[in-house]
Each structure stands twice: as C-alpha cells, then as structure tokens.
C-alpha cells in the first residue's frame, strides 16, 4: 500500500530512501533499513486543479476535507498537506460557515533511485528475527520514494454565528448563494447585507494559506479570494530543477527491495504481502475519518468560546473538557503503530458520536440534565429510576412523575410530585434545584413542599454537583438533579 504524506519543513532529497512512519509523518533517519539510494530521475507530473467548497455542517465538513485531501495528494488525516491541515483545523465547526476556495498543482516528482542500494544485514536480521510488524516499528511502515513538487492555495471566508441555530438560519437565507458558490465560485451583490441582516451576531473574516506558488496580494474579501485561486501560479525552484515546492512524500512499501522480499518468503509460515497492508486498510480509513471528526469538533469548541456569549461557566468548562478529550484521542491515533493496528477495537478510537450530542447542547443553548428519584415500597409504581432531559436555564418547574403512596380510603390518595428547576442566578450562572411536594388529604399537613438546595454547578467536577431533596420524616425518600457532564469512560 503506497500513499503520500505531508513532508516535514525544509524536505530535500536527503529524504530519498529513508523509512517513514505513516502516523506520525516522520521520516526514520536512525537506523536506517538502506543504503546507497540516491536522487533519481525529474518526472513531468503537470497536473492542477481547483474547486469551490461549501462547509456549514459536519457531513460537509468530511466531504471538504476528503476533496481537499484527494487534490493534494494527502494521505491519512493527521498527516496531512499543508493546505489540508489549514482547513482541518480552520474550516468547519457547528456555529460557523465556510466558503472556500482551493486551488493544488504539481509540476514535477523526483523519485529515488535504488538500483544500488543495499539492505543492511541489521534489517534483515531484525526482519527474521521479529516479524514485519516489528520491523515497521523500527524502520518505518514505509520508505520514501519520491518528492512531490507542487503548491497549494488554500482560502475560506468564514462566517461566525453565536450559536448553531443562527447559522441555520443564515444559511437558509443565502440558500442560493451558497448552491451557486461550488459552480460558479461567486455570490449575488446582496450576499453580504443578507448575512448582516439575518444574523446581527454574525461576523466575516478572509484567511487563506500557500506553499510554493508565486507572490500575490492577500486577499480581503471573497471576490479578491476567489481571483488568487483562480490565478495561483507555482513559483520557480532553481535548486530542484522545477516550479513548486515538496508538497508530499511519495511512500511506498519495503517490498519494492528483493532482499525484504526474499526474507518475507521465508519466513515460518512465509509473509510475502506483509508491507502491502491491504488488511488494516479499512481501519486506517477509519481511524483517518475519526481524526477529522474530532478536529471538527475541537473546531467547534474554540469557535464557541471565542463567541464570547458563554456566560454560564459550566458551558466553558464542559468546552474545555470536549477540546481536552479530542486533543487526547487524537494524539493517541497519531501513536499508533501499524502492528498495534491490525489487532485494536475500533469502538476504543471511533469516540466522536459520544461527543457531538454535548457539542450540540452548548452550541444551541441547551443543557442535558439528569433527574432521580429512590422511593420506598408504600409508593406504587416507578419507585426507583432516573431520566435525562434537554432543557434551556428557562427557570422553570417541571414534573417528573406523580407516585400514590398507599391505597385510597375515599378522599383521594396520598401522593408525591417529583419535581425539578433548572435556572439563572443574578448573576447569569446556571443553576439546577431537587423539589419534591407531598400532598396528603387526611393531613395536616395537608400539602408539603420539601426543596433540595440550589446548585450553581462549576468546575471540572460539576456533574457531580447534584441538588438533593429528601423527605424530612423519611430521608430515604429522595430526588435529585445535576447537569450531565462527559461519559466517564472518555
């Protein structure tokens, strides 16, 4: 299995023939599996095109950067090109819309010579002796092959909202103009004031990013946007012989040498197809589609908080915590190694599902709540449960259930009201308060209120801050309700 990866700062062909890992994107320049691999022949790859790109979701989030990807040559998610990772990280969260504009060409590809190179005995011997999955961890998943020259334009105007709701509602008004913009790459003359005038939250900005073309004028608004991509030009490189710079490295698998293939065949039992990787391929096109789940999300996160609305601290916090979990798994998808691969259970790595629902919350202004309730045996029916609720700081009451305690000897049962309030302070901070109501007919007291403290949750540890009511006469008898952070097990 061959693939391109993004190629460190500064890449020449001293890269040539030295091992790579495809999940950090780092080449393995000690030890090395060969040696006497030295710059071959410049290969015409003349190849360019462009596209005009619309995010405003994350299903189209993951088809931008699948089109970004498959234009500039990229391989897995995290190890990217330049212009895709731009994007990842920049393009796509659940309170903005992208307009973007990409432009990849390629000139040329200096591919490596290895008529005379050798295998040193190490290798082989490590290869015998260990395995192939153990070999790649060594040396490397990979070698490099080739360097792609080339360059990327990479531009977006983003348009920020304050919530996902407002931009639904910006982009059904600009409904047209957003279908236009990937055929025709412009929008009508009203765009703008359409924008400012659905939403008045909303903010633009223009950013863009290159590799290897030529000086232009950074552009300030879409049409000047759209006018560099449409005329992104490579600029010269004397040193390389060619236009551009190393866009990718073009890797391919240890196989190619006859002496790592040799060894492959003997092996107990032989492992001819052991670099071809062809097995874990559909994990690796997983994990590679989770990594740009979780930048999406990670996106969202920031883009949020730099709202500057998040008045209620809880929401920062679980922020914090939903960007803190997604930089972890990313990293810990980085660190694999190809012979961990083969063996993992996706459902460990694949995590973003458990996340978007939380992201969602936050990005509508809406918190998930969790309301229980234990009562003893003189209750009849659901004595004991809990249920989760997706509710606005509207202060208002609400019912859980009703439970008669005991039968009814004429004036009505006895009864309890599990009750519960999610509100404001003065200060804007949510807060979350247990109510329960005992109404007894053969009183007195013939009605009682029996309410649990409020809570203003805040902190790392605030869904474990949880109001309580118990009944003063048998404490058993209780409620409660907190604000429902992360799954534990994240």
């Known amino acids: 299995m061959g693939l391109n990866l993004a190629p460190p700062e500064g890449a020449d062909t001293n890269l040539l023939g030295l091992g790579i890992n495809c999940f950090t994107g780092r080449p393995v320049t000690s030890p090395s599996a060969i040696s006497g691999a030295k710059p071959g022949e410049l290969i015409d790859k003349s190849y360019a095109q462009s596209h005009k790109l619309v995010v405003q979701d994350a299903s189209t989030y993951s088809n931008m950067l699948s089109t970004a990807a498959s234009m500039s040559a990229s391989g897995l998610s995290w190890s990217a ?9 920049r393009a796509g969260s659940e309170t903005s819309i992208s307009l973007i504009a990409l432009c990849d060409k390629q000139s040329s590809m200096r591919a490596v010579d290895i008529s005379g190179a050798t295998v040193s005995q190490d290798a082989l011997d490590y290869l015998k002796q260990h395995g192939p999955a153990a070999f790649a961890d060594r040396y490397g998943t990979h070698y490099i092959a080739g360097l792609l020259y080339g360059g990327s334009f990479a531009g977006r105007l983003k348009i920020t909202t304050e919530t996902s709701e407002a931009r639904d509602s910006v982009a059904a008004a600009v409904h047209g103009d957003l279908n236009g913009f990937g055929v025709s790459g412009s929008v009508s003359a009203s765009f703008t004031q359409t924008v400012t005038s659905t939403s008045s939250s909303a903010t633009m900005d223009v950013s863009n990013t290159a ?23 490579l600029a010269d490189n004397p040193g390389a012989g060619c236009k551009g710079d190393v866009i990718a490295l073009v890797c391919s698998g240890w196989d190619d040498f006859p002496a790592i293939q040799d060894a492959l065949n003997h092996l107990n039992p032989p492992q001819t197809n052991a ?6 391929q559909s994990k690796l096109t997983t994990l590679s589609s989770e990594f740009a789940n979780l930048s999406y999300i990670a996106n969202s996160c920031q883009d949020l908080k730099n709202q500057g609305r998040l008045g209620i601290p809880v929401y920062q916090t679980l922020l914090d915590q939903i ?3 997604c930089d972890a798994h990313r990293t810990t998808i ?15 790595y694949v995590i973003s599902g458990r996340l978007d629902p939380l992201l969602g919350n936050v990005a509508t202004g809406q918190v998930l709540i969790e309301v229980g309730w234990s009562l003893d045996g003189a209750f009849q029916g659901e004595t004991n449960g809990k249920a989760q609720h997706l509710l606005t700081f509207d202060g208002q009451m609400r019912n859980q259930l009703t439970l008669d305690h005991g039968g009814d000897p004429g004036n009505g049962p006895q009864t309890m009201n599990i009750n519960y309030l999610v509100g404001l302070d003065a200060d804007g901070n949510g807060t979350v308060k247990a109510f329960m109501h005992w109404h007894d007919p053969y009183g007195p007291p013939n009605q009682l209120d029996i309410p649990g403290p409020v809570i203003t949750p805040s902190g790392p540890t605030f869904a474990s801050q949880t109001s309580v009511a118990s009944w003063p006469s048998f404490p058993w008898n209780q409620t409660y309700v907190r604000l429902v952070g992360l799954d534990p097990g994240l």
């Open 81 to 89: 090109s330049a212009s895709v990772s731009y994007l990842r990280d």
């Open 211 to 233: 590799t290897g073309g030529a000086y232009f004028v950074q552009p300030s608004d879409l049409p000047s946007l759209i006018s560099v991509c449409d005329n992104f030009t």
């Open 275 to 280: 670099f071809d990787y062809t097995a874990v």
């Open 323 to 325: 960007a803190g979990v």
């Open 334 to 348: 980085q660190n694999l190694s190809m012979s961990a691969v083969g063996s993992i259970d996706l459902d460990n």
